[in-house]
């Protein structure tokens, strides 16, 4: 009881806090218009075929305000709060990404946003991560529509479906008839964050009324999310993927926007081409005067000069070898990070991290993401696997492996794996005859001691200790 107790509290203090695009008496001060009733704008009452259908414009009541009256109420219709600040003038203008084809769709998606709210016409769908720039570009659409004299309503999904539960109240200041027809109706709508409320039968069937009403209606929107629209509601995608929907400026005027690639490695979280430590592991800071002994001194040497060669032209599989983890990883991701300089995004993942994504998709009843996973592995121009662990006794493991690096294989598709252990023990390894077959190649895979192997600094070690006692006896 009390927990239901403390949610209509909560309920009530929510609809105590409707913000103030939501109030219909917004303006009570003002005498209500008979023709627009206190909206300010009005729809054109003509036939469904003729091309101003459902477009907004001002109603007469409106050449009576000042520039600074309108001004005002359009701030407070828009709900944008303090997102007042995010304007194009402040945008990054390629993006926070670093890669170049994702800078070149962030680019793109301003142009079209720009065009948008200048002439607010058709749908704009922005999708990527959190973090892409989504929020900001709707922010501006709307703050530039606002200056331009257009009306433009921005709404948090989340809050927005609080906000329609809360209507619900006997004692609520504005009903739920009334504030879902202001939404549905607005003559430009933002909806940001679509896909992170609760996907309630209740929320999925509000959200499909609101989306597919102004589907209908072809009223300007726009749609951020951060989900790929193939895993958002069927009905919702069909509205927001629609192909008459895709080309900008045109006859309807919309399009979908990717504005970071949503590749299945990067989505993940597996790619650490990004990483900065990663980033920071050139070939000009790795460091050659960290070795052990005139041997160990060669082979590192040896190692960052073939390393260098494969970088600046890759030509079939790299296996990095070593027991210092650390040389390994450096001259891996020296390797990507070249190759990345050049214009070339490299997937450089963990083998654990790629073995462990593929075990959690498995069993999805959509498995989409396991075979993306693997097919982006298997597929890509260059491809860096760190840590091969010999001694994984799994079948699984092995088979996925080597299902992923055979075609790799056959394509002769540069790849670089970095391994611990001697190619000798993988090839004595039970299980890992095909793969070992693959490695150990001549025609076209080429083995690279970065220092001295493990097993050679045990033989080592003792012989060094010998020539100091005799150096300190002599």
Not at 95 to 108: E, I, M, V
Not at 184 to 204: C, F, I, K, N, Y
Not at 257 to 274: A, F, K, S
Not at 380 to 392: A, Q, R, T
């Amino acid at each position: 009881m009390r927990k239901l107790r403390d949610l209509i509290e909560q309920r009530g203090e929510l609809a105590s806090q409707l913000p103030s695009f939501l109030s219909l008496e917004a303006d009570l001060d003002q005498d209500v218009c008979n023709e627009c009733h206190g909206a300010n704008f009005v729809r054109l009452d003509v036939p469904r075929e003729h091309p101003d259908f459902g477009k907004a414009v001002q109603c007469r009541c409106v050449d009576t305000e000042s520039h600074q009256e309108r001004t005002d109420r359009l701030q407070r219709y828009s709900n944008i709060g303090p997102l007042t600040r995010l304007t194009f003038d402040n945008l990054i203008a390629r993006g926070r990404s670093s890669d170049p084809r994702d800078q070149a769709h962030f680019q793109r998606c301003v142009e079209d946003a720009q065009a948008f709210a200048k002439d607010p016409q058709g749908w704009l769908v922005l999708v990527g991560a959190s973090g892409s720039g989504k929020t900001h570009i709707a922010a501006a659409i709307t703050n530039r529509c606002l200056e331009l004299g257009t009306p433009a309503l921005f709404v948090v999904v989340p809050d927005l479906l609080d906000h329609l539960r809360a209507a619900y109240r006997p004692d609520a200041e504005v009903s739920y008839d009334q504030l879902f027809e202001q939404v549905r109706t607005a003559p430009v709508l933002v909806l940001d964050d679509l896909g992170t409320h609760s996907a309630t039968p209740w929320a999925e069937e509000k959200l499909y009324q609101l989306i597919n009403h102004r589907y209908n209606a072809r009223l300007p929107t726009v749609v951020t999310t951060n989900k790929p629209l193939r895993k958002l509601d069927d009905r919702l995608r069909t509205r927001l993927g629609d192909p008459s929907l895709s080309q900008p400026h045109a006859d309807p005027i919309s399009t979908v926007h990717l504005l970071e690639e949503r590749r299945p490695l990067e989505d993940l979280g597996m790619n650490m081409i990004g990483l900065p430590m990663i980033q920071e592991m050139t070939f000009e800071s790795f460091d050659l005067t960290d070795f052990r002994s005139p041997r160990d001194q060669t082979q590192r040497e040896q190692a960052y000069r073939a390393a260098l060669d494969f970088a600046d032209n890759p030509d079939g599989w790299m296996v990095l070898l070593g027991g210092r983890a650390r040389d390994r990883t450096h001259l891996a991701a020296a390797i990507a990070n070249r190759r990345r300089m050049s214009g070339e995004l490299p997937v450089y993942v963990q083998i654990s991290d790629f073995l462990d994504s593929l075990r959690r998709t498995i069993n999805d009843d959509d498995q989409r993401d396991f075979d993306r996973i693997k097919r982006t592995a298997r597929d890509c121009p260059f491809l860096i696997l760190e840590d091969l662990e010999v001694g994984m006794r799994s079948d699984w493991v092995r088979d996925q492996l080597f299902q992923t690096l055979n075609p790799r294989c056959l394509a002769r598709l540069p790849t670089v794996i970095t391994t611990p252990h001697t190619l000798t023990k993988l090839v004595t390894d039970p299980g890992w005859e095909r793969l070992a077959r693959l490695l150990t190649d001549p025609r076209f895979s080429s083995e690279i001691v970065v220092g001295e192997t493990p097993q050679e600094e045990e033989v080592a070690q003792p012989k060094r200790r010998a020539a100091k006692r005799s150096g300190r006896g002599t």
